[in-house]
């Protein structure tokens, strides 16, 4: 058990990481309130609906409804003339 | 024969005379010895042990076996009736194919100079007939991997197998000891150096961080007393020539393929003699294999090459590489390491080269003359890894090398190597604890939890006490611990290994529709077998395929017909539409360093303007709505959208670290009142959504950033969960696979049931562990 909990600390779970990240940011945390997405949300906002989501007790409204539409992020967080064509 | 010519390595060494064969080989071909080589030889004659640090295509592997090619060479000729000596030279690397590589690659220099040496591979696909006759017929240089030195070792005839062993050459040293690969390896060696205690090591190594680390690990430690091995370096190498891609195609937002990119690539192959095109996951190698081939007008020859595909077939292309008949490959990093490949003149790299070192390794594959410049090409799949590809690329340059530390050896693996010591013979705690602190990442092992791993080993741990089956060793009245009972050393030898996979299917080809039927039905002889095996695949991803599915594999769409026993039947489909294969294998998360790199580039505007423009627009967007994350500060959005309100931060550590941050704050947010509803990580950000106005609360002090933030969630919050989570249970069956504690594979049982779980029932509860 001893060696389970330092594999899962340090592999799969990268604590070390995730510790060195919390040791380093009190007193750096910059809050952001928007009214909107934001252009450098938009990658990981494109992320939700392509993988289950774990929460512990929401039930069936774990899963995101869809996958969200690029064009549709982009626009919201870059404006109008910023939607590129492909 | 008796012909020698006096050589100087440097002033300071002694003359060496090298035989006749090798200054004639090295005239013939009109080279010097290189002055390493001969310094390297020069220490082994002495009886030292070595590291030698060497750029790519500074003739390292050639250093390497110098002295054992120099040695058997001047070896009598055995005499009738004289006993068959042992193996002479261990080579040890970290992958197969490399393995195989050197081989060819020795196996030329020793039939030109006519030498009476036999050089043999043994893998984990070394038939077995070939395995059975060198144990009774050992070659003088045996070329191998750390799994198959530690099967060796548990056998009853190790100490006469090894007995005439005098190098052991370790090749890309820097890779092997940090996993746990490396850890078994180092137990290995304690083991060998008992057989013959002036045992010498060769390491042979890429620049690193910390060379003592790697001189500690080549060499047996006192108890309190550090020993280091020599050490050679041998600085320079020309600078590669990286760029990354420009291309008038737009760069996507998110995701992980590059296809966008393919009709650039293409023109490159083109343009060159031969491409090597890495990428970071299977799944990649896949797709970007097939899209290559849609675009493929002149009908160049490319090939693929990832772990997952028949080992017949990574052979024949590993072939036809050496005789440079391809102009590109598709390659994972089954291809990664020190393989000496043709005349490669490019290295495309696809996706985020995910940590500095990798990059660096892969590039040394183009031109592996040390003296011309190496030439790549980066190929960022999006936006972060634009940043990425830029900060790696700086690293490159700077030299920087980020392989992470040595560190101490893990538990699980000396559990596994305590058992296989007792297979080969009965040990005294005492013996063996002094054998393996000798070891430098075991030296500082407590005696306390050596004995502890020793009872683990014995009783299967505080957990399994009850259970007789897994008894493995016993304590005799003579003090000896020793198997319970022969099939222990069965087992072992089935089992061993720290590579743990994910249970995995062999994929056959059969006719369309051939494998529809229901699991149990008796097999269908006729129809289902005769197919040919293409190759293994996971069986996690098959658990979510229905028959009719199509995926890709073997750069081919397949049409999944249905499980049979251990395998996964298909048959070829029409079309290119295909899911993709998942893998589980390959998914790296950025290095500590880079992510570092790509923080300091977004917080410096002035750095901006050397990103291609779509990228620094979009930087430009950012700073004007919102701010720009970076440097040392962490930012956190909160914005509504739809009927959601999301918190998006951006930590830049990964993939790993930010899965778990994320499972934490979600635990606290819930606590706090915020309903979280779920959570999506990348490496680079995070994103929790919930039904609350999480920035309202953020405003009106509801809830505080820092407390949610804080150091702490790693104490109580991560212990509760870790207890209750499903991803520790997976862990825990990991280093009970390793510890010996589960057999992955029992002599007799198939235990290969599709959809059953990570854990047997009676693993379930590793929580009062």
Known sequence: MQATRHDAR???????????????????????????ISPMAVPVMLEIGKEPVLSSNTGDDMMAEHAMNVDDLVREAMGEDAVETP | MTETLPLFADQTTPPLHLPAPFVRWFADKGWQPRAHQLELLSKAESGLSTLLIAPTGAGKTLAGFLPALVDLERREKPKPGMIKPGVHTLYISPLKALAVDIERNLMKPVDEMDLRVRIETRTGDTPQAKRQRQKTHPPDILLTTPEQVSLLLSHKDASRFFGDLRYVVLDELHSLVTSKRGHLLALALARLRRYVPDLQT???????????????WLVAQEPHEERLSELIEVAGGAKPNITILKGDNRIPWSGHFARYAMPDVYEAIKEHQTTLIFVNTRSQAELLFQELWAINEDSLPIALHHGSLDVSQRRKVEQAMGKNALRAVVATSTLDLGIDWGDVDLVVHVGSPKGASRLAQRIGRANHRMDEASKAILVPANRFEVLECQAALDANYLGFQDTPPVGEGSLDVLCQHILGMACSEPFTADELFAE??????????????????????????????????????????????????????????????????????????????????????????????GGRVLGKIEELFLETLTPGDTFLFAGKV???????????????????????????????????FLSGEVRKMLADETQWHRLPKQVS?????????????GGDKLLVETFPRGERY????????????????????????????????????????I????????????????????????????????????DESFVFKRTFRYCALIAGLIEKRHPGKENRTPGHGFLRPDLRCPAHA
């Not at chain 2, 627009?617 to 994350?629: A, E, I, N, R, T």
């Open chain 1, 10 to 36: 340090s592999g799969l779970l990268d604590v070390e990481r995730l510790n060195d990240l919390l040791a380093r940011i009190p007193g750096r945390i910059v809050h952001k309130n928007l009214e909107r």
């Open chain 2, 202 to 216: 060769i390491g042979l190594s890429a620049t690193v961080a910390e060379p003592d680390d790697l001189r500690r």
């Open chain 2, 436 to 529: 393996i602190t000798s070891s430098s990442i075991y030296t500082a092992l407590p005696r306390e939890t050596f004995d502890r791993a020793v009872h683990f080993v014995s009783n299967g741990g505080y957990a399994l006490q009850s259970y007789e089956r897994y008894a493995k060793i016993r304590l005799g009245k003579d003090g000896l611990w020793r198997i319970s009972h022969p099939s222990v050393a069965q087992q072992y030898r089935l089992n061993a290994g720290t590579i743990i996979e994910a249970p995995v299917l062999a994929i056959r080809a059969v006719r369309k529709g051939a494998g529809r039927m229901k699991r149990g039905e008796p097999a269908q002889a006729a129809t289902m077998r």
């Open chain 2, 558 to 592: 397949l049409r999944f017909e249905g499980i049979r026993e251990n395998e996964c039947y298909v048959s070829y489909a029409e079309g290119s539409e295909a899911k993709i294969p998942y893998y589980a294998g390959g998914k790296f998360p950025t290095t500590t």
């Open chain 2, 617 to 629: 627009d979009w930087l430009g967007y950012q700073k004007w709505k919102s701010v720009m994350p």
């Open chain 2, 646 to 685: 999301y918190m998006v931060a951006y930590p830049f550590e990964g993939r790993l670290a930010h899965q778990t941050l994320c499972m934490l704050l979600t635990r606290r947010l819930e606590r706090a009142g915020a309903q979280p509803i779920g959570y999506v990580a990348s490496d680079y950000a």
């Open chain 2, 687 to 722: 994103s929790i959504w919930s039904r609350k106005d999480m920035g309202a609360m953020l405003s009106r002090e509801q809830m505080s950033l820092t407390e949610l933030f804080s150091q702490d969630m790693l104490g109580d919050d991560l212990e509760a969960w870790l």
